[in-house]
T-cell receptor, first 104, second 113 residues
Framework: GIQVEQSPPDLILQEGANSTLRCNFS?????LQWFHQNPWGQLINLFY???GTKQNGRLSATTVATERYSLLYISSSQTTDSGVYFC??????FGRGTSLIVHP | EPEVTQTPSHQVTQMGQEVILRCVPI?????FYWYRQILGQKVEFLVS????????KSEIFDDQFSVERPDGSNFTLKIRSTKLEDSAMYFC???????????FGQGTRLTVV
C-alpha cells in the first residue's frame, strides 16, 4: 500500500516562530488532508488539498502531486498550535504525524 | 455545519465484555470508516463501509470486530470480547463520495480494564 512519511517527527518552537511540516507519499493520490489533533484527542480538519495551495489565517498548505509531497506552513506560531499534525492520503492512510510544542 | 457525532465520548469496560461504539455520519454521505489510535501512536484504518457492506478492512479488523448500519443513520462498531490491547481512541469518519473530503467525529476513548 501507499506509504506516508512526515517530517520532522518532533518540533519545538518559541511563540511567534514560523515552521514548515512536510508530508511525502510513495504513489499518486486522489486525496490529501491535513489534520490537527488537539490535546483532547480530537482530529480537526485543517485542509483538504489534493493539489495546489490554500490558506486559512496563519496556516497555509501546498501540495505538489506530481512530486508526491505536501507542505503545511504555520506562521507566527501560538501556544494553541501545539499538538500533533497528521497528513492523510486517499483516506485511509495516515502518516505518523509531527508533534509540535510551542513555548510561550 | 453538519458534523459526525460519536457516542459515548469515553467508555470503560471490563476485559471480555462486548462494547458497541456509535456514530452518526453526515446525512448525505455514502462512505463510512472506523479508525483507531492507540495512545501516542498513529491513526490506523480498521474498516470502510459502503452500500451496506464492508468495502475494505485492515488486518486489525479480525473476527472480534463487526460493523453495521442498523437504521440508515447510525453506524456502529462492535467489539465482541474486549482485550486490554483494544484500549484506544476510536474515530468514525464519513465521506460524501469517493475522492472528496473526509469528516471525522470527535472520537470515543475506550479503556479496557
Amino acid at each position: 500500500g501507499i506509504q506516508v512519511e512526515q517530517s520532522p517527527p518532533d518540533l519545538i518552537l518559541q511563540e511567534g516562530a514560523n515552521s514548515t511540516l512536510r508530508c511525502n507519499f510513495s504513489d499518486s493520490v486522489n486525496n490529501l488532508q491535513w489534520f490537527h489533533q488537539n490535546p483532547w484527542g480530537q482530529l480537526i480538519n485543517l485542509f483538504y488539498i489534493p493539489s495546489g495551495t490554500k490558506q486559512n489565517g496563519r496556516l497555509s498548505a501546498t501540495t505538489v502531486a506530481t512530486e508526491r509531497y505536501s507542505l503545511l506552513y504555520i506562521s507566527s506560531s501560538q501556544t494553541t498550535d501545539s499538538g500533533v499534525y497528521f497528513c492523510a492520503v486517499d483516506i485511509p492512510t495516515f502518516g505518523r504525524g509531527t508533534s509540535l510544542i510551542v513555548h510561550p | 455545519e453538519p458534523e459526525v457525532t460519536q457516542t459515548p465520548s469515553h467508555q470503560v469496560t471490563q476485559m471480555g465484555q462486548e462494547v458497541i461504539l456509535r456514530c452518526v455520519p453526515i446525512s448525505n454521505h455514502l462512505y463510512f470508516y472506523w479508525y483507531r489510535q492507540i495512545l501516542g501512536q498513529k491513526v490506523e484504518f480498521l474498516v470502510s463501509f459502503y452500500n451496506n457492506e464492508i468495502s475494505e478492512k485492515s488486518e486489525i479488523f479480525d473476527d472480534q470486530f463487526s460493523v453495521e448500519r442498523p437504521d440508515g443513520s447510525n453506524f456502529t462498531l462492535k467489539i465482541r470480547s474486549t482485550k486490554l490491547e483494544d484500549s484506544a481512541m476510536y474515530f468514525c469518519a464519513s465521506v460524501r463520495e469517493m475522492n472528496t473530503e473526509a469528516f471525522f467525529g470527535q472520537g470515543t476513548r475506550l479503556t479496557v480494564v
